[in-house]
């Protein structure tokens, strides 16, 4: 049952205007951005920053603003005999599907061409995650206030927060604290973020990691161990499924 | 067939709906009356599973409906405003209702979607229809597997006299095969030779449960529409 709906969600979104646009742009600026120079380190460099702000963007805002305009759709779904977790899931199955698909094509696949080394996947991956886990986030934000224009308004502040704010709080901190070792408190902060993880993990592979001097070693040394990583991956996946769980809570009790 | 028991659900302050209970039996046909926002939607809503009351249960068939989905499958549902996805074209939305319902009953009843045309429309995308034709598919899709009940929220706001005409016939049709139908609506003369029962509700209580003949001899109004006026004053 799910599997048809998440077919018709898919087949809807991947006609979507706002989508196909998302899309190309995403291949434009990738193709471009390894077109322009000959060190594919510097391209994976500026697209890392593109995956990490404008993916969570799109995928916050799309998702939101979907769901929206799908009420009085999901309301008429809601009335046939379908469970609400189904519902629910293939909705956010079908987002996230479709987002992805079109991160895949818009940058998984010219990284994989022009790139294809390990730091490649690694960025391909955290966008993965980034679209998954701010759908997610979307549905959470969507299911918990009931008016759009302010829905619209948490999930831009969210984003805001996941990509702005978090850092500056972090930052602050920093300098509040700078004559205790922030080390290990760091670690813990940043894993605490989905963005600034994705971040890390590509910077690590990218062997930039000695411009950051002792904070960048530690890391370093956290993140490259075999725990580091698999702890990391396994945060990345706690945050795709955290919210969408929430949110599906909510869903089930909700009055449509 | 659906028996609602002192069923109790507030929004915030408003109370939506306050201790209602009611019988709805097999081939009867009713209308829910009452003025704007006085819990006609909500009380539908609450017997579809999509509003959870605060207090009071709704049982199907002896069955409390909580927690429950598969009744559905015996319901057909006209929602008061039917918005799809924007690029499923009306032939989609078809199929999709029908790959979500398959195993629910084996003949589908495409009736009404040949007596409103829109087998002609089957390409078109749901953005570019109009708020009727919408209604149409609306209507159409509650129509369509042959459910045993059938719940229609204003089914003839935004429809054209023709078409409207055409949904009534329907709904006199499937009453006579013995079925449940609960219609809400402002449109009163047009209900007169459809409606064999009146739920009247005000400020979220259900004022009376009658049948035509026990209103018409109360009010001594043959017309509905006399009928509740004469109730309202």
Known sequence: MMQTMIKYVVLDLIKNRIILVYTFFLLLMSVGMFSMDENTTKGIMSLMNLVLIIIPLVSIIFSTIYVYNSSEFIELLAAQPLKRKSLWLSIYSGLALSLSLAFMIGVGIPVLLFDGTLTGWVLVLSGLFQTIIFTGIALLAAVKTRDKAKGIGVAIFLWFFFTLIYDGLVLLLLFQFSDYPLEKPMIALSMLNPVDLSRILILLKLDISALMGYTGAVFSNFFGSGFGMLLSVLILFLWSAVPVWFSLKQFQRKDL | ?233
């Open chain 2, 1 to 233: 067939m659906i028996i609602a028991s002192n069923v109790t659900k507030t929004f915030g302050k408003l109370k939506a709906l306050d201790n209602v209970s009611v019988m709805c039996s097999k081939g009867q046909t009713i209308a829910l009356i009452g003025p704007n926002g006085s819990g006609k939607t909500t009380l539908i809503k609450s017997m579809l599973g999509m509003v959870v009351p605060d207090s009071g249960f709704i049982t199907f068939d002896e069955h409390n409906i909580l927690h429950n989905w598969n009744y559905r499958s015996r319901i057909g549902y006209m929602p008061q405003i039917g918005r799809y996805p924007d690029n499923m074209r009306i032939g989609h939305v078809f199929e999709m209702m029908k790959d979500l319902r398959k195993n629910s009953t084996a003949s589908t009843d495409e009736e009404l979607i040949t007596a409103f045309g829109l087998d002609k429309l089957m390409h078109k995308k749901m953005q570019t229809l109009s708020g009727g034709t919408r209604q149409k598919v609306s209507a159409s899709l509650a129509f369509l597997f042959n459910p045993d009940v059938l719940i229609l929220d204003e089914p003839t706001a935004g429809l054209d006299p023709v078409a409207s005409e055409i949904l009534k016939q329907k709904m006199i049709q499937e009453k006579e095969k013995g079925k449940l139908i609960l219609i809400t609506s402002h449109v009163l003369s047009e209900l007169d030779d459809v409606v064999s029962e009146i739920i009247y509700m005000q400020d979220g209580q259900l004022k009376f449960h009658k049948s035509l003949e026990q209103l018409q001899e109360d009010t001594g109004q043959q017309k509905l529409a006399k009928a509740i006026a004469q109730i309202m004053k």
